[in-house]
């Protein structure tokens, strides 16, 4: 952990790379990710994606036969009791729960949440970075599931690396769910993440970095927030910045790194797919779309895939 740390923030400090530091705003005692879901009304993600977990009727009728599940990325309890719990309730045969996640703790929360609610069926949590190679493979005639719109935040490339790897975990009789935000609306956009909000699970990067001992005498506070929204032909993307409110310096291992005052920083993306993108992606990555399940009023799809 500390020697990604050092490489992330010396690459985000140096501008040899841009929105790769999402991964840090869900570390440490606050869960600012939650804070988001919670207390912003216009960030329409979640929100969409918990409606249609709850209401669709298609996924319903696909998730009701199986009895094994793996999730992909869990993510906190606040997910999980939101999204994991009414995804696994479709389920009239729920035997067996297994929770993927980078983050161990995430991992065995999903497992533990999970086995307390629904009793008698085995929960698990694994401990895996899922683009890193691994021995993982799932039992036949399992569900596999990712949600949380988790590619948004990768670039084409992890795009691609992550769901080969996803489609090595599969067997031919299982099916993955996926879900995507196809928003192409930049004001709505904008809005869903120009808030504290977003500000703070942003801030929680550089606080990270600077309680880490490979870094000395930086000011995580010391920044405000910038959001641009940016067309291109595969997508419509949220660059997440945070600007230098004041000029610093400070110690990044061996180095000293100085950040002039108005110095802006890109710590994330939140990309919003084109559906060419996505059928090309998909299409690349060797994944038959079984199913695409959208409500009329909101732009979160879910595809439903065979390898
Ligand atoms: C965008 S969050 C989604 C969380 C939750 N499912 C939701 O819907 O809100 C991404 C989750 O994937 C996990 N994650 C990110 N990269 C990962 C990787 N390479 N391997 C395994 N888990 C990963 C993170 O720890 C986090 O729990």
């Known amino acids: 952990m500390e020697d990604n740390i050092l490489k992330d923030f010396y690459d985000l400090f140096a501008y040899k790379k841009t929105g790769h530091l999402t ?10 990710y939650k804070q988001i879901l919670e207390k912003e009304e216009k960030y329409y993600v979640s929100k969409s994606e918990i409606e249609l977990i ?3 009727k298609i996924m319903s009728d696909i998730i009701k036969d199986y009895s094994i599940f793996y999730e992909i990325g869990p993510g906190s309890r606040y997910a999980i009791s939101k999204k994991t719990i009414p995804f696994l309730s479709h389920s009239n045969k729920l035997k067996k729960y297994y929770a993927i996640d980078c983050h161990k703790e995430y991992a065995n929360a ?27 493979s799932v039992e036949p005639k399992s569900c596999v599931f990712m949600l949380g719109t988790c590619l948004a935040n990768l670039t084409n490339e992890e795009n691609i690396s992550i769901l080969n790897s996803i489609r090595v975990l599969l067997c031919e009789s299982s099916v993955f769910i996926i879900s995507f935000d196809t928003t192409q ?5 904008y809005n869903a993440y120009k ?11 550089l606080r990270v970095f600077g309680k880490s001992t490979l870094s000395k005498n930086f000011d995580p506070e010391l920044f ?16 997440g910045k945070l600007v230098a409110n004041k000029s610093q310096s400070f110690t990044l291992g061996n180095d000293i ?18 559906k060419n993108y996505l059928q090309t992606l998909l299409s690349f990555c060797r994944f038959k779309v079984i199913d695409v399940i ?9 595809f439903i895939l065979k390898k």
């Open 185 to 189: 609306n930049k004001q709505v956009i």
């Open 23 to 32: 991964k840090y705003g869900y570390l440490g005692k606050v869960d600012y």
């Open 195 to 205: 808030n504290n909000s977003v500000y703070q699970f942003y801030l929680n990067m």
């Open 110 to 136: 999903a497992a533990n949440v999970v086995s307390s609610y629904f009793k008698d069926i085995k929960a698990k949590g694994i401990c895996l970075d899922i683009t890193k190679k691994h021995n993982l």
């Open 257 to 274: 790194i100085s950040i002039e005052k108005g110095a802006q920083y890109h710590l994330v993306n939140s990309r919003k797919f084109k």
């Open 224 to 239: 405000s927030h910038l959001c641009e929204i940016v067309e291109s032909s595969d997508d419509t993307k949220m660059q």
């Open 54 to 56: 709850h209401n669709s």
């Open 294 to 302: 959208k409500q009329s009023n909101n732009n979160l799809v879910f």
